[in-house]
């Protein structure tokens, strides 16, 4: 017996789906979901079901007010036929620690596993083998009662939806800086995975890619001095042959994947270094070629080279190096992801086994169209 319910249509939606070549990123949804729902201090018995639109009221505070935090992992499934995940557990309690700064309840840990393990267990005949590709999860945790007053639902619901994805970047990232917008102050909710710092990020956004860059770079909000994170990633400087990165201030995402580089960097030789980063130090370090290359990381991208860093005037300014130290990292960062590689640090992880008499799997023949057990 499951511990979730299976909703009428599973069997179907598994049976239908096809992964198609091109996949882009958030592109193709993964056919079947996962949700429940939280009143009176628990949580409801998950239900698998099919991919769809969900109900929400129009006043939802999650609608109204953003009562909204998620998360972003992968399961992979490269070269073998069951997958894995890389560091969910660090996923869970920064979804955790998200949901407790928006003083919202959080999912438990064993409600996050049951949706991971269900969703990626029951696709996993549609989750890429090729390097690079994955099954994007996508948990969110949002607020479902309506009404104005400025306080927390008293309900809320957890879903969990994925898709099979390509890396985010495609080819080296042209970042703008950003010195009118701030992102976040100190105090305020940049470190949790809050959509609203997704949507505070727009503007700029928008405005770089106006002008042919990828991304902005973030300011600090007090001073506009030093450097804080790239909206849906972490940038990393190599200065002097080290690792330098923003220091964790209560501004920045803190990253896995720029965790993870911390860690391994550090094992393949590498100084590294989290300290405030001044904008204007950097750009000269980087006119002096001290500074020889800039890279950006997060789950979605991965390790991501950049090719340019451009100030509000339009001067640009480029590293003398594009993607040395940042293939390095790349490749061993994904070759543990991955799997092809040894996991010094015991970051994978399993996706759990399906619950015995799990025929929603059978049902849909998947076993056999993909040849894979
Ligand atoms: C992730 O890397 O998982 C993110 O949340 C970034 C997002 C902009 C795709």
């Known amino acids: ?102 003083s919202m309840p959080p999912v438990t840990e064993g409600l996050f596993f049951e949706a991971i393990d269900a969703v990626a267990g029951s696709c996993r005949a549609f989750i890429p083998r090729e390097s690079g590709r994955a099954l994007y999860l996508r948990p969110f945790l949002y607020g479902v009662e309506d009404g104005y007053l400025l306080r927390n639902s008293n309900r809320f619901r ?87 990165t923003p220091e964790l201030d209560g501004t920045i995402l803190p990253g896995i994947t720029r965790d993870s580089l911390l860690i391994l960097g550090r094992y393949l030789g590498y100084r590294v270094i989290e300290r405030p980063i001044a904008i204007d130090d950097l750009l000269v370090q980087v006119a002096a070629g001290e500074c020889s290359e800039l890279f950006a990381c997060g789950t979605a991208a991965i390790v991501c080279p950049i090719s340019v860093l451009a100030d509000s005037n339009s001067r640009e300014h480029v590293p003398k190096e594009l993607d040395v130290v940042a293939s390095r990292l790349r490749e061993a960062l994904l070759a543990i992801q991955e799997r092809r590689a040894n996991d010094p640090f015991g970051w994978t992880r399993d996706v759990g086994p399906l619950p015995q008499n799990c025929d929603w799997v059978s049902a849909a023949n998947l076993d056999l169209r993909r040849g894979v057990g």
């Open 1 to 102: 017996m499951a511990a979730y319910d299976v909703a009428p249509g599973v069997a179907a939606a598994l049976q239908n789906f096809t992964l198609p070549e091109r996949l882009g990123f958030g592109l193709v949804p993964a056919p079947l979901m996962f949700t429940a729902e939280w009143s009176d201090g628990v949580w409801t018995r998950g239900t698998l079901q099919p991919f769809g639109p969900i109900e929400i009221l129009p006043g939802a505070r999650a609608l109204q007010y953003a009562e909204l935090v998620f998360e972003g992992l992968k399961a992979y499934c490269v070269g073998r036929s069951w997958p894995n995940l890389f560091r969910p557990r660090e996923n869970w309690q920064r979804f955790k620690r998200s949901a407790e700064r928006l």
């Open 158 to 244: 957890f879903t969990l939806i994925a898709n099979p994805v390509e890396s985010y970047a495609v080819g080296p990232m042209r970042v703008a800086l950003e010195r009118v917008d701030v992102r976040a102050a100190v105090g305020g909710v940049g470190a949790a995975k809050a959509a609203a710092n997704y949507a505070a990020s727009l503007r700029a956004s928008n405005a770089a890619v106006a002008r042919g860059y990828t991304v902005a770079l973030w300011l600090d909000a007090r001073e506009q001095r030093f450097i804080q994170e790239l909206s849906g990633m972490n940038l990393f400087a190599v200065i002097d042959g080290e690792l330098h």
